[in-house]
């Protein structure tokens, strides 16, 4: 089991962590401006980074209900800049210092609202990183629109980024996400609830301890999507520690950055209190370019297709003779199972593992089947 979490001021010496990274702070707040922090961790180390940056809202005054109580809003200075060109200066900084210390495969999410996450997104390409998704958080219970004059603020968007364009193989557990979803492609409109009740950080007088503190829901969506266990997850905006929080209870490190030590303090007790999941819950489903390549040939040399043998689709509609060397005939046609699958239907491309079948007593068996006995065997090998 993990160490507890500590905290550690700027620039103090960095407490004792696990040897295999020796040179990161794992598992601990660092109280510190967050771009200062930033640069003294060493580059290419993070896995992911999960960033709620301030909003900058904006607010003229007081917000106030029809009965005239007072909305808690957020109104904190470091939610507040003297203007667009400051919060662009501050914004191309973090991003500047996040970027270092991603790997070369890593990614970052950024969530914001209406009032930044459009700045947030042009900065972000223009310093190089490459877009993947916008994504919806939809409330599903948003604070109601008080004056009636706006449609309410019901959602919140974030930015799902690479480092650069060349960072091809960043994690993405689709696979594990689908079976999670019933066996459906998860959509990038997520419905789920604001922090509220038990899960809410109080202080003693009951208020909240952070003003935007968001739900666990969200952060555990997140990082199941695009790490793994083990993996170093970045938090420059640290708060409450929502990100610190599921990272401990999914096996992961974390690394936050975070300026206001009331802040730090209840997310370290938060952190605490945490039990980490076992192993066997956290076993992510194998994706499929993780799995061992089976040529079909393979499958030839391994008995489980004969040379000669007649494949078919699955309505029987075309007919493929499977040749020594692996390849199949269909009339004139001589090439693999995908290009000939292909062909078959006057289609440009076709996946021939799923499209042929061979014939077993009566019952027509997808070639595919043979592919997976074959990985069970190197996996057990």
């Known amino acids: 089991m993990r160490t507890g979490v500590s905290v550690r001021r700027a620039k103090s010496l960095p407490a004792p962590v696990p040897s ?17 922090e930033i640069n003294n961790l060493p580059a290419n ?3 992911l980074i999960f960033a709620d940056p301030p909003y900058n809202l904006q607010l003229e005054g007081a917000l106030s209900r029809p009965d005239q109580s007072v909305v808690d809003a957020v109104d904190d200075d470091w939610d507040k800049f003297a203007s667009f060109a400051d919060y662009d200066k501050f914004t191309r900084e973090w991003l500047t210092a996040a970027r270092r210390v991603m790997k070369p495969d890593a990614t970052i999410f950024v969530i914001g609202s209406y009032h930044n996450i459009f700045r947030v997104g042009s900065i972000l390409q223009d310093l190089g990183f490459w877009i993947l998704n916008d994504i919806v958080w939809r409330k599903n219970n948003p604070m109601p629109n008080f004056r009636g004059r706006r449609f309410t603020n019901a959602h919140e968007t974030m930015i799902w980024a690479t480092k650069s364009a060349s960072g091809k193989n960043y994690t993405f557990n689709y696979e594990a996400l689908k079976a999670g979803n019933e066996d459906c492609q998860v959509r990038s409109d997520w419905l789920l609830p604001i922090c509220t009740g038990g899960e809410r950080l109080k202080d003693e007088a009951g208020r909240k301890t952070h003003p935007t503190q968001k739900p666990e829901a969200l ?4 990082v199941l999507s695009a790490s793994n266990k083990g993996d170093v997850i970045l938090d420059p905006f640290f708060g409450s520690g929502t990100t610190g929080a599921v990272a401990r209870r999914l096996g992961r490190y974390f690394i936050g950055t975070e300026r206001d030590s009331v802040y730090a303090k209840a997310a370290r007790k938060r952190i605490d209190a945490v039990i980490p999941l076992p192993d066997n819950a956290l076993a992510i489903a194998p994706t499929k370019r993780s799995e061992p390549r089976v040529a079909f040939m393979s499958v030839l040399e391994a008995g489980l297709i004969q040379p000669g043998t007649i494949l078919t689709d699955s309505k029987r509609r075309h007919q493929a003779l499977v040749r020594a060397d692996g390849s199949l005939t269909l009339g004139q046609i001589i090439g693999s199972i995908h290009k000939v699958g292909a062909l078959a239907q006057g289609l440009p491309a076709c996946n021939g593992w799923t499209f042929w079948h061979i014939e077993k007593d009566g019952k027509l068996v997808c070639i595919d089947d043979m592919r997976s006995e074959m990985r069970a065997q190197m996996r057990e090998a």
């Open 219 to 222: 952060l555990t969506r997140v």
């Open 20 to 36: 295999a990274r020796p040179s990161l702070p794992l598992d601990q707040i660092l109280l510190g401006d967050c771009i200062a």
């Open 45 to 47: 180390s993070i896995d």
